[in-house]
């Protein structure tokens, strides 16, 4: 079973929430916890351990200009506008091209060929025997996200974990789109804040377009969740569990702690979330 956990805003503690899941399924079975949050991965924080690190690479276009007799096609094919052709050399805009390869082909001199670059690292950890870890990093400036999420959830896969539980970035862009996409069943984290019901709006349409059952937790609860409550009712969506708003269990997490491990008695809360997802996901 692949879970996601989104928001549709970050600091809604939807980290938090994907690392007390993996920490409270790993203790009776095999888990494997993906941070597809790849620009800002943080899931290693709540379990320091050795790790190993794979580079992930993209083909780039490499253009010899001895060949190139700048006719242009190269630039008229690339809709991504990574190549300029001028009269007398050729621009390449790296951070703009999507390693689609189309110049490659459509080039009559045979002037490019590919060659990899480095965008990122996907990092594995066993913090615990059943509980591995897989951490996508982007390279800094890096605007190449998603072959980053797609190796990541690859190699989780390649594990044969029972449970894959994968911790997307915040927010509804192409990166969340990557990570959501092929899960059975999607947890959204939110807040009963302003912000945090707009963005949880367009979380929760993100999940319904890609036809991901979704259900929510509210977190940092303070007891006045009626305009959350109600947009869920009217949408349909089940309130799986609420955390309230607690000064020990804000001290918990800011020492880098899990609420299910310094309070084992959250436990068969965080398991009880999990049945919660199965049946959402329609899974006995
Ligand atoms: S298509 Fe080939 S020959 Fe034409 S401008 Fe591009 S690189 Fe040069
Ligand atoms: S590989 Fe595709 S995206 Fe990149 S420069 Fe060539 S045509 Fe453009």
């Given at each position: 079973m692949k879970l996601a956990v989104a928001s549709g805003k970050g600091g809604t503690g939807k980290s938090m929430v994907a690392a007390n899941l993996a920490y409270t399924l790993s203790r009776t079975e095999p888990i494997s916890l993906v941070d597809c949050d790849v620009e800002e991965?943080?899931?290693?924080?709540?379990?320091?351990?050795?790790?190993?690190?794979?580079?992930?690479?993209?083909?780039?276009?490499?253009?010899?200009?001895?060949?190139?007799?700048?006719?242009?096609?190269?630039?008229?094919?690339?809709?991504?506008?990574?190549?300029?052709?001028?009269?007398?050399?050729?621009?390449?805009?790296?951070?703009?091209?999507?390693?689609?390869?189309?110049?490659?082909?459509?080039?009559?001199?045979?002037?490019?060929?590919?060659?990899?670059?480095?965008?990122?690292?996907?990092?594995?950890?066993?913090?615990?025997?059943?509980?591995?870890?897989?951490?996508?990093?982007?390279?800094?400036?890096?605007?190449?996200?998603?072959?980053v999420i797609r190796e990541a959830k690859k190699q989780a896969a390649a594990a044969g974990d029972p449970v894959m539980i994968i911790d997307t970035a915040p927010g509804t862009s192409c990166p969340v789109v990557e990570a959501l996409e092929g899960c059975d069943a999607c947890i959204l984290v939110?807040?009963?804040?302003?912000?945090?019901?707009?963005?949880?709006?367009?979380?929760?349409?993100?999940?319904?377009?890609?036809?991901?059952?979704?259900?929510?937790?509210?977190?940092?609860?303070?007891?006045?969740?009626?305009?959350?409550?109600?947009?869920?009712?009217?949408?349909?969506?089940?309130?799986?569990?609420?955390?309230?708003?607690?000064?020990e269990i804000a001290a918990i997490q800011s020492r880098g702690d899990l609420l299910s491990r310094a309070r084992p008695e959250w436990q068969k809360d965080f398991m009880a979330l999990f049945l919660k997802c199965r049946a959402l996901a329609g899974v006995d």
């Open positions: 991965p943080d899931l290693h924080l709540f379990f320091p351990a050795p790790v190993t690190k794979r580079n992930v690479t993209v083909p780039v276009p490499v253009i010899d200009e001895s060949v190139c007799d700048r006719c242009g096609k190269c630039g008229e094919f690339c809709r991504y506008g990574a190549i300029t052709v001028l009269p007398n050399r050729v621009l390449f805009f790296a951070e703009l091209c999507h390693s689609c390869g189309g110049c490659m082909l459509v080039c009559p001199k045979k002037a490019i060929h590919e060659e990899q670059k480095q965008i990122g690292t996907v990092s594995f950890s066993l913090p615990f025997p059943d509980l591995s870890l897989f951490t996508g990093t982007l390279d800094t400036g890096s605007p190449h996200a998603v072959p939110t807040e009963s804040t302003p912000f945090g019901l707009h963005d949880l709006q367009l979380a929760a349409d993100v999940a319904a377009r890609l036809g991901i059952p979704a259900g929510i937790v509210i977190n940092r609860s303070d007891g006045n969740d009626e305009e959350t409550l109600r947009f869920c009712t009217d949408h349909d969506l089940d309130v799986m569990m609420t955390i309230p708003f607690s000064r």
